[in-house]
């Protein structure tokens, strides 16, 4: 498929020599005092004050051993995607404090019931390929938090499955949770199936401690880490969406060419999450038209550099499953993959990712599963022409009764499950439904059948041993508890 592109060749160049310009003269301002100690080795100018500026060169050198790709594994390996090939890779929104509950209807804080119950639903819609932990969990025991929200979310779910945690203790807690599932650290060191991401840029232009340290401990070691820069036109960027793409884009490099100096060939992402803020307010807003039209240009800096792009798109500012939810998670993955990008984290949050809705994780499954239709394009080939059948039923013709249509029915088109394409007095016949409803009942359906995910008795046994007082981490659901 031909990409849709904002910008021309020369803009782009301008883009990543403006970049450049930007991390040589104003550099980037590292926290991590181990971090500033990679840079200087590595040939960067580190000042006293913790200011790091690269010369062009050292950038230059370091994304030239960037590889061209990065794979999510799963539970089982037929759930692993490689973007950008498998592309585009869709993931569910993360690390919302609130839930929707899928019984009442009213927002509450989520638990790792709810992480639990997420994962299973996941693990079922086709349109998602990765569960990243899409709430936190009020419940989690002291000394537990990543614990409580990565056990339920591994234990019912086989595909990928991310997130981060906010200290090194929960990482190794983590870590050691991947290697008892994965059947000890060697085999977990061959076949790595927990997924990390954090955002150690924090713009404008600055390195945290706890994000840095936890991706050289990662990037050291040759486990999964992908990182997400977020410039906030107008509070943490200029108030142009191209001085945002350029300092997002001097973020990218500046933390990429970080990872690739603690371990050349390490796998990254070009992923982003850039935004306009509303002035009017200061309003943080994931859901407007610029942050699609950003999440583009940053595709084509993307391709641009060779390596897998994408990041937080589709995300909304709705505080329900509306027709504002619909428009904005619509409009901009579309623009997110038509522009080449290959990760869309865009599933069942609202509110400015502050809450997860179960039936908006279905609507977005169904507009996951359209933008991988677009994608597929239109399969142009002599077979798809259909000359023999145009000239076989005539003019005049039923191409209903044709074996060529009832061959094909079910592939040349999408069958969504929540969009109404009945006639109004079926509608009305059946209570006038509106989407969310529907989307609501598809989630109950999934969420009343046995979950086939759940690992053996003997493995759970054996994690909840080496973790006294674990959460349960069971996905339960009673059809009969639900008045929604």
Known sequence: MKHVELLTAKQVE???????????????LAHHPPAREIFKAHGCRVEADGLVKFPPEVVAKYLRVCPTSFTFRGRDPQYDRTIPDCGPVVVTGSSAPNVVDPATGVERRATSTDIANIAHLINELKGFDIFSISTL?????????????????????????????????????????????AGGADAYRERPIINHHYCPMVSPLTMDVDSTEAVMYLTERGLPVYTTVVPNAGLTSPMTLMGTLIVGNAEFLAITVFQQMVKEGTPIIYASLPTVADMRTGAYAPGAIETGMLCMAQAQLGHFYNVPTGGYIGLTNAHSNDAQSGYETGMNTLGAVLAGATLLNMGGLFSSLMAFDFGKAVVDDEIAIMNKRVVRGMEFNEDNLALDVIAQVGPGGDFMKSKH???LMKTTAVFPKVADRGMRAQWEAAGRPDAQSRARAVARGILSQPNAAVWAPELDAQIRAEFPGLVAGEATWKEDETTA
């Not at 990543?16 to 550099?27: I, Q, R």
Request: proline letters at 8%; glycine letters at 4%; a positive charge.
């Open 14 to 28: 301008r883009v990543h020599d403006a970049s450049l310009w930007v991390l040589e003269n104003v550099g980037i």
């Open 137 to 181: 969990a009020d419940d989690a025991p002291p000394g537990q938090f990543s614990l409580s929200r990565f056990y339920p979310a591994l234990k019912n779910c086989l595909k990928p499955v991310r997130s981060n945690t906010p200290n090194m203790d929960d990482l190794r807690q983590v870590i050691r949770l991947g290697e008892l599932i």
């Open 405 to 407: 249509t009832k061959s």
